[in-house]
DNA sequence: CGCTTTGAGGCAAGCGCTTTCCCCCGCTGT
DNA sequence: ACAGCGGGGGAAAGCGCTTGCCTCAAAGCG
């Protein structure tokens, strides 16, 4: 039905082998030869079969990228930044795939699968891994670690290294990892608050199940042990490999409030502080848009920001510097960090030494914190 | 290298034929057969080969989507809405291919192409289409048309229909169009404002060569007309059909300036409007992003929103809401938008009736307006 | 009881490309 | 002038799957 290769070789009267050499480019044809070819396919309007083209080749020119929520400016960001590298560059244009895991370890897998059924080139793994469903994180891994033995570049951005497989601990691995500092970024944050004097702080984290929350809530807590705070029940960030022990919510002292990682939650997990501990003087939230809801529950409750109550957030998306007033939080480079993790995909840049890579978190002081009342 | 059919086929002893049919399921195999195929399916770890299948069958299981930019939650909404029905649901899930054009119909058609290389399945066009480059909108159009011919579904969301060919003017449509009513929206968010009492309403645009701008600022002068207050140099909202009419910035009134969709733009058209008409007691955004801008200049300028000056948006992004004081906007139902324009591209909704549907868009009046100082 | 119907499964022909061989032709070296 | 050589181009063998067609056996029928 469509035009075929053989047509356009009939029509430039030409063996379909130098068709297909025309166009790929890599070998040597005739100045003459080519132009014809060329001619004949614009004339006949001709598209390549791709399917047919990555079955002869054994390639595709395809690249996954995995995020939970595209409609989050966090995964957008990311996701076009990869995106600008791998995506409509003259010569290797790779068609960029994002699917949605929503944040499901399952449906990860799922797309996963997809992606190798597709012979995707490259993927790239953004968003916190759930840690909840015990065998599905293994079963994501031992996935990864296939794509990257059929030849698939695999790039993990903003999600915490994959455990080294315990048989091949000397070999290569099987994924490059360019890591948040989530635990450094959340520690510098409550410093600053604890400097400016601060002492009744709330905490309002993402969901239980997710590395991203628990990493910001350990760093969180280092910075509140090292002033002498530590909250009661919470065992204060330690060791990172153990899963099972509790679905989350036990363990998270008075000021903790789990929340999900949205506006809603971050208003309910407020009123529920104010409820726990009347005197706060400072809410930390595990991320800007759970900030951006508990600015708008203490304001509900008729306190000032940041005179009567501080407000920080995380990550530092683009809606932060508008809100009123100007929002604290720690600035994660996730432009920068997107366009490496999809060079890194092309094979365009080198994979960090080991392996992994930790991207820096930076404190962005602003409006939405100040010395607490009292003082 | 990897396992193939025939060696699914040979570990379950049966023809390849048979594994081919228990995986597509569209064929009736005995139960004793199935479960036979599938252990060894499971028991070699076995991915079926995506490109060869898609050769074989003439078909792929890729859906494309195209947006201006994927960082912008205004496409991330509907892409992530569009995927949430093209996606992962068990069966006939298809993989979405999120492209980037940056608003250029150049790219646009690049992607077009390799979308229809990989013989999508359905292609879902979002955002605005660019005029300017002359050829590149006709292009555009003979593209769907053969994406349309080979069997691809073509959705349009959020974008105006596509011009009836006129050698086929019985035909079907080449693509379904899910079309917003940026105009009627704009025109009651500016009866909004006048009917408060504003007088000197200053309006900041999008790019000048995107019909959703154009429609935007359509809709705000005939409300203003319709009130007797028709900008001088102003061609009030007329015929959509000539594109080629001036490069855009010219023939704007004195209270309109042109801006791009985003935050600093915005800032600085705001600016701009203020040395213009220091009067000025409201302004309206082509969209919310600009709005925040607005804002923040407003604000910098000592001017209180909407005590001194009202600002009203366009969108209903989610951050809307939560701007102090509340953005009054105009809602587009984004998510329900890309839904349904996923669901015709899979074919499980029918296209609209003549091709083309128009998406409502309603006042959401909140905090940011209010009457003018003087009332 | 022999013959037709029917369901299950095998055979093999492609799908449209890439790529390995191989050949042909014109050029250089001696 | 002839063997040698190298570059441009053709023939054809797959890549791994789907599917039309056919076979075979068991079941249904008069």
């Known amino acids: 039905m ?51 083209s990555a079955l002869a080749a054994a390639s595709s020119d395809l690249v996954g990228i995995l995020v ?19 995506g409509g560059t003259a010569g290797d244009e790779k068609l960029s795939v994002v699917c949605n895991t929503g944040g499901s370890a399952e449906r990860e897998l799922t797309y996963l699968t997809l992606l190798q059924r597709q012979r995707a080139a490259a993927v790239v793994l953004t968003g916190g891994a759930t840690e909840g469903t015990a065998g599905h994180a293994d079963a994501v891994a031992a996935k990864l670690a296939r794509l990257a033995a059929a030849g698939t570049r695999v790039v993990l951005c903003g999600r915490p290294p994959l455990p080294v497989p315990p048989e091949a601990a000397g070999g290569e691995p099987p994924a490059a990892t360019l890591t948040f500092d989530n635990r450094g970024g959340a520690q510098r944050l409550t410093e600053h608050l ?7 702080i709330g905490y309002v984290t993402g969901p239980p199940d997710r590395t991203t929350t628990r990493h910001r809530l350990e760093g969180h807590r280092a910075a509140l042990a090292a ?5 009661p029940g919470a065992g204060s960030g330690s060791g990172s490999g153990s899963p099972g022990s509790g679905s989350g919510s036990g363990g998270l002292g008075r000021l903790t409030v789990h929340g999900t990682f949205d506006r809603s939650s ?4 407020t009123l529920e502080l104010l409820r726990r501990e009347p005197g706060l003087t400072a809410v930390v939230a595990a991320n800007d848009t759970i900030a951006l809801g508990a600015c708008a529950a203490l304001r ?27 929002l ?29 890579a930790t991207v820096r978190a930076d404190l962005m002081a602003r409006a939405s914190t100040a010395p607490p009342p009292g003082r």
């Open 194 to 200: 604890l400097s400016l004097g601060h002492r009744r």
């Open 68 to 86: 939970n929520d595209i409609a989050d400016p966090f995964f957008g960001i990311i996701a076009g930044a990869v995106q600008s590298e791998t």
């Open 227 to 231: 002033a002498g705070l530590a909250e």
């Open 300 to 326: 509900d409750q008729g306190l000032r920001i940041p005179q009567d109550v501080s407000v920080a957030g995380f990550d530092d998306l683009p809606f932060s510097v508008d809100a009123v007033p100007a």
């Open 2 to 52: 469509a035009v075929t290769l053989a047509d356009v070789a009939a029509h430039a009267k030409v063996s379909s082998a130098t068709v297909s050499r025309v166009l790929s480019g890599n070998y040597p044809v005739s100045e003459a030869t080519r132009t014809r070819v060329l001619r004949a396919v614009d004339e006949l309007d001709y598209v390549l079969n791709g399917p047919a």
């Open 266 to 269: 971050g208003y309910d997990a």
């Open 328 to 356: 604290t939080t720690v600035r994660l480079p996730l432009h920068a960090a997107g366009a490496r993790a999809g060079r890194i995909a092309m094979g365009r840049e080198a994979v960090p030494p080991g392996g992994v």
